[in-house]
């Protein structure tokens, strides 16, 4: 699994619960419900100390503290990235691993930010209040100015008291609450300790998703402040003996993005158009990355992190697409559908939901005629570089900046400027062969899909091939010198207008029409949506109760469980595996193959140790790396990804089947202990002498 | 358009009739519907002389002679294998196209075999005798050996009149109707004329199955017997004025597959497993020969043909894929199903349909239960190669051979064998670098999908990785040569047994796993299928009547039309295409530039000349190269796609908007006389002089 898994159609929506379902937001955790079942009384102070310690990667995972001075247990698959972009010819961390030597040695990941959410604010009344005000079509634009202001707003008070936090605007059950988020963010993130991919991705993509599992997919992060280790007095213990089979567990993290009550005509586009898309562009990107690597070793290193995001994200879209092709869960949806429909006719109070399925009906409508067009280009499917990313990034800055804050697109607010400050300055490495590769694809298919005798394609290309275009934009470009975009962004418009730099020309010359899709989806889809979809939440609280989580948003939420089997093909699989199957399962050729050190290691393991283990837990892409504790709050297990059944948890929970698979810590130990012997880590951890 | 579609389920329905709907039996043409429509009598004499004059190509196409001295005109297309087999790294022959100076210099398209209908016979009651002595599930196994024999019989029975013929068991309405389709066969095929690919498939994959188009997709070849080109007496005239917008015309020639009345049960396997299954794979493959094509000018050389035929299955996967994914295709199908489905239950002489839908739907679970390890195994989808295909061959004819004839498997029947031995005898290039991309991919497909436990995943690749693997397997195996798989072949069990071959080795080791898989499907879903489709099937005509056309089976068909235009959003297509704007759309980079030819002639040529235009016929892959008459028989168009509705054709026919489209004659004659200036071949073709 990979971190943050990214929809195109982002909608919180709120579900009934059944079983150990449910990513719950910490003030609404169902611990009546978790004391009846599991025997476990969870407490507010037990939450705090929780919520405290839990840590966001705004990469896209979760991680938490482990120590008074900043260390943050996560995901090797969660660094990956730092890995590579700190990798060279000849120095491969990603197949080597990374072990700091000291504090001192301890090493910067560009780019990265982690952040703790210190506190939450209610604001449903403003923003709904703020909506109502407006027609459907610009409801969106309504809430979009709405949250920005509350944003800065809630920073600036923050700074002028000097405890800055950075303000989010956060919506929950589609619309039926408007949330503040506060964080408090550190900048300087530095990698501690990654194992060798190869043992913290043992099984490689054949065994993504899949269990039983022997990945050491574990990393140790460290956050500074002003130069030194962070304090974090708040923070969780290690219980080095882990979780066994029953254990009743708590996973804290930031799971992404569900649609489990998205209606009908919502899931039938994913189904329809963009699940079938996505999956056919991702395939073939990958075999076109495949046979690139091959090419060398230097392409195959600079290829990898990318290559694996994208087979990582073609897993989860084949079993979504499964998923959704099941008449039967279309059938159900439909059944809940009608049957919250009919509670609404029946109910005068809630006339204003009565058209709020057939008004998303007919937005869907809409976004089917556009999606193609606008995926190429404002989704920039047909600008893959990340040149043309800092490029896009840059022309809008420009614009946006000149006008008052509320009025940007929020991805360009007081309040988001620091982040994109933070991806522009980051001197992570752009791989000019990689991005030809992937360019000359995304204008190739931008061209079929399009069409030869599209504008914007005659634009785009003139008379070039992909290749010879590609080559042009990626050759004459400057883009990849953070000095050289720094200049562009603190330049403003004029800089960017004076720019004679291919890729910013590129952006310039698409920018008009892709802003002017966007404008339609916003105003033509999301508006009206959004607006029908907070009737609907509404309508369901009223009918339902409000004993409901909403969809995944890439916030803080606690589920609970257990170490469980579940039962495939009539199989019982057993809910732990040990190291003993990890050395039998290794053929020595990639990805079976084993790092030296660990074939080094056996004679003086104990095989019997725990390696990973599943749990009934409810989570999705972006609890990648979140803690998993027991009744005492410690860390029982470190998530790492899910079954191949939990797959389908972005639209439904299958309670039988769906599991969270962890890092066991009798894994975490040894490997810290005996193979890798990193002393002070080990003691920052408080691992008791052998 | 290529040639003929692959299905992994071919099978024959019957519709209801609208508009110019229908690939017609000659037998069953709707004459008086087309006199009624288009005033335009269709007689017994006229019908025979098209039906000698038509060609299927085995390969997958269609073509027509069009001189007494066995002149085929077909598409460019369809000579692509043969152009792409006789080029060399020196002298590429797709690129630069092929002009026979003179007879002696028409060139041998390897394994290429031509048949021309010459008799047909219903042997319906036989056939459906036998299948009702036995259970469902051995139904399919009685029909395959109930053809077998009445084939045998029917070649014997030629043989000793001294006109030896080739005898194919036909399967049509879903086994509502068995005939015997009795072919005379040329095992020799020469080309004598193509064109470049640059201006034969202009615009390329962007603008395949798309219209306005301007491609010169012709190609000429010739029969031979004995050495000597066939005598052709009957044939078809060119009329070189071509076809005007309202003229009706009728295309014959051998459409592939249709699936227009699958019921609901069948298409969604299509729709849920089928075409998302092959849409990635493909996908992927694409991406990884494009890759593989830039790595050097011979690589592009050797993956072209192949990579066509991938892009050309994609394009066709994803809009059938758009098709089944309209509820309300599916909608309108449940209705129709049900309508029938209440008409039997009505009538009590149609008892024995009344469960076959049930009975289908459960054959489709088994079905859904097996098809991915059936696809990777029994489908070779986990063995993409040339050598392994002829492995494959070489191990089953060696076990097939050593039964009596009517037991074997369907491919080994003595009728069955000429082809085979063609195929196998043939010195098409291997090339051993394209053979190891297409292996590797495969093989760690087939790891990821059957999972690295699997024992056959397991077996094949041992501690190897697929890269590994497909080098020792390509590297090892001298399975090129066709006089090694001669030597096999004719050494039948014991020399196949004695090789030491490791892509021999692979075919063995894999077969008994494979050939279970098959009878699985054979007995648990072809059988049941087969006895209930043909209950559907009576029960069809008993409650419709009989003027039914029968799904495509790549047998001769005859469809009814008019040049006419379309109307796409609101905008409509002109139904002829003129030079003026081929010149117009070139841009000097592939896949839009012209070849040097064009670009001299262009001063040269009546720029009004009419390029290439769209009929309402009813056609589908297979019906490439197929000559296009008018109301007195004469060629007025060759056929070489349709347009992007028309590959919706599969499952319905679009009177509004799906369309033929074809060269005009006008293209071919300014090409032969002004372009290429082949004047002997333009005197055989009786172009008048300018």
Redo the contacts between chains.
């Keep these: 699994m990979t971190r943050l898994l990214t929809a195109s159609l982002l909608v919180a929506t709120a579900a009934i619960v059944a079983a150990d379902e449910g990513m719950w937001t910490f003030d609404h955790f169902p611990g009546g419900i978790v004391q009846e079942k599991y025997g476990v009384r969870i407490t507010d102070p037990w939450l705090d100390r929780l919520r405290q310690s839990v840590v966001r990667l705004e990469t896209g995972c979760t991680g938490s503290f482990v120590s008074a001075e900043g260390l943050v247990l996560t995901n090797h698959h969660c660094v990956n990235t730092c890995l590579a972009d700190n990798s060279t010819a000849e120095r491969d961390l990603v197949a080597d691993g990374f072990m700091a030597a000291n504090r001192d040695g301890e090493m910067r990941c560009q780019g990265s930010q982690a952040s703790v959410l210190v506190d939450t604010e209610d604001v449903t009344p403003r923003v709904t209040a703020a909506i109502a005000r407006v027609a459907p079509a610009e409801a969106a634009t309504m809430r979009n100015q709405t949250l920005t202001r509350l944003e800065s707003a809630c920073e600036e008070a923050a700074t002028k008291r000097g405890a800055p936090l950075s303000c989010e605007g956060v919506t929950l059950y589609q619309g039926g609450e408007y949330w503040l988020y506060k964080y408090k963010r550190y900048g300087d993130v530095r990698l501690a300790f990654a194992p060798e991919q190869a043992i913290a991705a043992f099984?490689g993509?054949?065994?993504n998703f899949?269990f039983p599992r022997w990945c050491l997919d574990m990393a140790l992060l460290r956050v500074y402040e002003n130069g030194k280790p962070a304090a974090t007095p708040t923070h969780l213990n290690v219980n080095w003996n882990g979780a066994a089979e029953g254990d009743p567990v708590f996973v804290a993290g930031h799971p992404g993005t569900t649609q489990r009550l998205m209606t009908v005509a919502q899931l039938?586009t994913q189904?329809?158009l963009v699940l079938?898309f996505w999956?056919?562009?991702y395939?073939?990107?990958?075999?076109?990355?495949?046979?690139?690597s091959?090419?060398s070793d230097e392409a195959e290193r600079t290829a990898m992190d990318y290559l694996g995001s994208i087979e990582n994200t073609?897993k989860v879209r084949?079993v979504q697409?499964?998923s959704l092709?099941?008449?039967r869960m279309t059938a159900q949806r439909e059944a809940e559908e009608q049957k919250l429909r009919a509670a609404v006719a029946a109910d005068p109070s809630l006339a204003s939901a009565r058209d709020a399925w057939d008004t998303i009906a007919k937005a869907e409508q809409r976004n089917r005629d556009i999606h193609i067009p606008w995926v190429w280009l404002e989704g920039a499917a047909g600008f893959n570089s990340d040149l043309f990313f800092y490029a896009r990034q840059l022309v809008r800055a420009a614009d946006e900046r000149a006008r008052p804050n509320a009025e940007r697109l929020r991805e360009y607010t007081e309040g988001a400027l620091p982040r994109l400050r933070a991806a522009l300055e980051a001197a992570t490495p752009v791989y000019p062969e990689l991005e030809r590769?992937k360019l000359s694809?995304s204008l190739e298919r931008m061209?079929?899909y399009l069409?030869?005798d599209h504008p914007i394609v005659r634009a785009v290309l003139?008379?070039?091939?992909p290749?010879?275009r590609a080559e042009e934009l990626i050759g004459g470009s400057d883009l990849a010198d953070p000095a050289v975009r720094m200049r562009l962004f603190d330049g403003g418009r004029a800089a960017v207008a004076a720019s004679s730099d291919p890729v910013i020309a590129l952006a310039r010359q698409v920018d008009a029409e892709s802003r002017r899709l966007r404008t339609i989806v916003e105003n033509e889809v999301e508006g009206p949506e959004r607006v029908a979809q907070q009737a609907i939440a509404q309508a369901r609280f009223k009918v339902y109760g409000t004993d409901l989580y909403p969809d995944a948003t890439f916030t803080l939420r606690l589920s609970y469980g257990a170490v469980q089997a579940w039962v495939e093909s009539g199989t019982r699989v057993e809910p732990v595996t040990r190291l003993d199957r990890l050395y039998e399962r290794t053929?020595?050729?990639?990805p079976?193959a084993l790092p030296m050190r660990w074939l080094d290691a056996r004679e003086r393991l104990d095989l019997s140790t725990r390696a990973n283990f599943v749990t009934t837990n409810d989570i999705v892409g972006g609890n990648s790396g979140s803690p998993m504790v027991n009744a005492a709050g410690d860390i029982v297990g470190l998530v790492f990804d899910g079954n191949i059944h939990s797959i389908s948890g972005s639209y439904w929970f299958d309670t039988e089947k769906n599991r969270t698979v962890a890092v066991h810590p009798q894994f975490m130990r040894v490997a810290l202990q005996q193979v890798y012997r990193v002393e002070p880590l080990a003691r920052e951890l408080r691992i008791p002498a052998r």
């Design positions: 099984g993509d054949p065994d899949q039938k189904r329809d079938p999956l056919i562009r395939a073939e990107l990958r075999g076109r990355l495949i046979q690139y091959k090419s073609i084949r697409q499964l092709l099941d008449d590769v694809f061209r079929e069409g030869p003139g008379t070039k091939s290749d010879e053929t020595g050729a990639p079976f």
